[in-house]
């Protein structure tokens, strides 16, 4: 720590043992917010770089990029306990639940304040993740929540992403939501004289409904030849990249369909600027069930009507408030119907396009959460 006036100011690390650096939540939203508040922060994340670097004048510890999920867990480790020792922070924020036994050492050894960033319901997740064989995943989901409860208790501070996930954490979390940053470029208002542009922005996954969408899109195409399906996202695994692409050619899509893989948050902004109409389509799975998706404020911002799958979490989000549709996301050929007749109606498109601007420029925003981060840090400091 080190003094400004009067006042010590925190050394305050943010690390991730899986996230990329440019990740929207941790380092857009979470990272830069706090530097508002306190100077010193430093992000530890996985980077090709060796050397410490500043990142949107963020100081910057890269982490070796292991392939090998049995050298991540063997190694990477103890390489973030070492270098987090070594930078004699104060406070400590991970969000990667891997790193809640390194995270109980930081507290009961070397004293450090620990903040748990839980950004999904891990305990109903872990079955769905298809790259661990799916007898390894009912063992984790079968010990992952006494694992957790056993040491999380000892940490300063919880932070959820979703109002659902305070059943399990209870009293002690506090609810940071994972609304949208408002861009700064020029948002102008659509008029929806041409429907061309369609587009989905996130993960590109199976759960995600990646197939369905291309699905409902040829459906869409049939009626509408000009068209176009904007994909931007990384894919989850290099064999789904590879089906996806063989299905795009296999249905004759290639002029229609645009995939742009992993991009900038500044790139997105320019893809859904120029978009009509989005997609956040989600299997009923776990983590999905009661977790909002947070691409369809994304659409609000830029006044894009959108369809969801029909879960009762959008109800307040979609319905009542009147920004999209929901649909069921395993009937392609319904979607497509009910996509095509809502963008028939330019009237109603302009009025789903104003509600979800007002929405978010009223409520639906992270400068709430904001707000809300920035009080809990200082009451974390003022606990001593």
């Not at 306190?38 to 890269?62: A, C, G, L, N």
């Not at 979607?335 to 498109?349: G, M, P, Q, T």
Request: positive net charge; aromatic residues 14%.
């Amino acid at each position: 720590m080190f003094l400004i006036g009067s006042f010590i100011m925190p050394k305050v690390l943010v690390v991730s043992a899986v996230n990329v650096l440019d990740d929207p939540r941790i380092f857009y939203k979470l990272v830069l917010s706090l530097k508002k508040e306190f100077s010193d922060i430093t992000f530890m994340v996985k980077s090709e770089r060796k050397q410490e670097f500043y990142h949107h004048s963020v100081r910057i510890i890269p982490i070796p990029i292991f392939k090998s999920i049995f050298l991540r867990f063997l190694i990477l480790h103890w390489i973030i306990l070492f270098k987090t020792i070594r930078g004699k922070f104060e406070i400590v924020q991970f969000n990667n639940p891997e790193l809640i036994f390194v995270a109980y050492i930081l507290k009961k050894i070397f004293n450090k304040k620990i903040v748990f960033d839980v950004h999904e319901n891990f305990r109903d997740s872990f079955i769905d993740k298809r790259w661990l064989p799916l007898f390894v995943r009912k063992i984790i989901k079968a010990i992952y929540p006494k694992f957790e409860d056993k040491f999380v208790k000892s940490f300063d501070l919880i932070i959820i992403a979703e109002t659902s996930y305070g059943k399990i954490y209870g009293k002690r979390a506090v609810e940071i939501l994972n609304y949208p940053i408002f861009p700064q470029n020029e948002i102008l208002p659509k008029t929806f004289n041409e429907i061309n542009n369609f587009v989905y922005v996130g993960a590109i996954m199976i759960d995600r409904c990646i197939f369905e969408l291309l699905e409902t899109f040829k459906y869409i195409l049939m009626k509408k030849k000009q068209s176009k399906l904007h994909i931007a996202g990384h894919f989850a695994s290099i064999k789904l990249e590879k089906d996806v692409i063989d299905f795009i050619k296999n249905n004759n899509l290639n002029e229609n369909v645009i995939i742009y893989g992993r991009v900038s948050l500044f790139k997105v902004y320019e893809i859904l600027a120029k978009s009509d109409f989005g997609f956040s389509l989600l299997q009923p799975i776990g983590n999905y069930i009661e977790s909002l998706s947070t691409k369809i404020f994304d659409y609000m911002i830029w006044g894009i009507p959108f369809a969801v799958s029909n879960f009762p979490i959008y109800d307040e989000f979609v319905i009542k408030a009147n920004t999209g549709i929901v649909v069921d996301q395993n009937n392609p050929e319904s979607i497509a119907k009910l996509v095509l007749d809502l963008i028939s109606d330019k009237n109603r498109l302009i009025e789903m396009s104003k509600n979800g601007q007002k929405m978010v420029l009223e409520k639906w925003n992270w400068l709430s959460q904001e707000e809300k981060l920035l009080k809990c840090y200082n009451e974390l400091l003022s606990n001593k």
